[in-house]
C-alpha cells in the first residue's frame, strides 16, 4: 500500500500488466464494452477516469 492509501501499484510494470489484461479480454470476447446491453431512454454514464493512457 501507499502513503496515499492505494492498494494497487502504479509502476509501469503494472500499467504494461493492466494493459495487457485489456488486450487479452478485448481478443478473447471481440469487443472492448458488451454489445447486449440495453440503452433506455435517459439512460447517463458514469466515467470513472480509469484506465492507463
Request: proline fraction near 4%; aromatic fraction near 6%; hydrophobic fraction near 40%.
Amino acid at each position: 500500500m501507499t502513503e496515499d492509501g492505494y492498494i494497487l501499484g502504479r509502476t509501469i510494470e503494472d500499467s504494461v500488466r493492466l494493459d495487457a489484461q485489456h488486450l487479452l479480454w478485448k481478443l478473447h470476447t471481440g469487443f472492448t464494452l458488451l454489445p447486449n446491453i440495453p440503452i433506455m431512454e435517459n439512460m447517463r454514464i458514469a466515467d470513472l477516469g480509469t484506465g492507463t493512457a
